[in-house]
């Protein structure tokens, strides 16, 4: 039963992490760009890619904060994994929207 119950445990966990990142995700991505929307376009898109990723970190870093004591029952491992998971998020969808041509893709007025 130890065996089952861990899985069972495990599978709650990771449906709770699967909703927070779809719950985190969207105010990140929009705070994300603000904060690289001057820069990127100068980017190809590798370097764009990492320079939306760091810049994510800290932006995802308190959003998840912010949301941790509404969800004392997940351990280290899967807020690590939140983290990871919102930040990889945020990068896709900016960097899709760029070359999609989407709302991210225009240059900000001088």
Known sequence: M???AELLN????????ALLVG????????DVWERV??????????EARGYV?????????RQVAARLP??????????????ALV??????RILADLLAGGAAARRPAA
Not at 70 to 83: I, M, S
Not at 87 to 92: D, G, I, K, L
């Open 2 to 4: 130890g065996l089952i």
């Open 10 to 17: 495990q599978r709650k966990t990771f449906q709770q992490v």
């Open 23 to 30: 719950e985190i995700s969207p105010p990140c991505q929009a």
């Open 37 to 46: 929307r001057e820069r990127v376009f100068d980017m190809d898109l590798t």
């Open 53 to 61: 990723r760091a810049r994510a970190v800290k932006v995802v870093r």
């Open 70 to 83: 509404r969800h004392p029952q997940l351990d280290a491992h899967a807020v690590q994994q939140l983290k």
């Open 87 to 92: 930040t990889e998020r945020v990068a896709q």
